[in-house]
């Protein structure tokens, strides 16, 4: 990572990291004061959204509902598939805490950047330290696409709307291994919400 002059301060976006286990203890040895910044979904919502970005790429693999589980009739969820594993964000942050004060870290709701992205965002500005700089008026919400786009509202530009291959179709899923799926999760979401003092409301 290149280093910060005063005034600046240097970004770097990779998904993986979160759920990766050598990570935490490699940022640390590389700067013990990085802020962390996740962006978190309904980890069922995740999953879907996972598989289904998978299946684009690789249209015949098994339906969403067999790779769930180990063991269907029984119930038994396969915790190692990765789209399942990475929901389980009260897991992931442990390892974390083993490293950082919560304090570093912030939790960003991915539901709320899209109905809220200026709320947010003043989150994570002031988590960084930053002036409010990115407001209202930067955001265009995309009727068409569901999603608000970035605008620069100093330039008379169009909205910078995310690409194509973001917010694809979900597609239908059994009810029953949803339901399956939300209690399964109810627990971590659950403590996931008091190491973080912040209710998601995905329960
Ligand atoms: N503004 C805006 N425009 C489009 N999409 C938006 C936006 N804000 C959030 N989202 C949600 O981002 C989801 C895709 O993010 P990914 O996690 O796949 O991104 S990546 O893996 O880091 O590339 C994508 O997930 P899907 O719903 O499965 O498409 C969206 O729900």
Not at 130 to 158: D, I, S
Request: net charge positive.
């Amino acid at each position: 990572m290149p280093s910060s002059s005063k005034g600046q301060l240097t970004m770097e976006k990779t998904p993986s990291y979160f759920v990766t286990r050598e990570v935490p203890c490699r940022i640390y040895s590389m700067s013990k004061d990085t802020k962390l910044i996740v962006v978190v979904r309904n980890p069922v919502t995740r999953a879907i959204s996972d598989y289904t970005q998978t299946r684009s790429k690789k249209p015949d693999i098994p339906s969403f509902e067999s790779l769930t589980f180990k063991n269907m009739s029984a119930g038994l969820i396969d915790t190692t598939w990765s789209a399942v594993q990475i929901g389980m964000y009260a897991r992931h942050l442990e390892r974390w805490l083993q490293f950082f004060p919560m304090e570093q870290l912030l939790f960003v709701s991915g539901e709320r950047l899209i109905t809220d992205p200026a709320g947010e965002m003043a989150r994570v500005q002031d988590f960084l330290g930053l002036q409010r700089v990115v407001t209202e008026k930067y955001f265009h919400f995309n009727p068409a696409k569901g999603f608000p786009c970035l605008k620069r509202p100093e330039l008379n530009t169009k909205p910078h709307c995310l690409g194509k291959t973001k917010g694809r179709i979900h597609p239908n899923i059994d009810p029953e291994v949803m339901r399956t799926l939300r209690d399964f999760y109810k627990p971590f979401n659950k403590k996931f919400y008091k190491m973080t003092g912040h209710d998601f409301g995905w329960d």
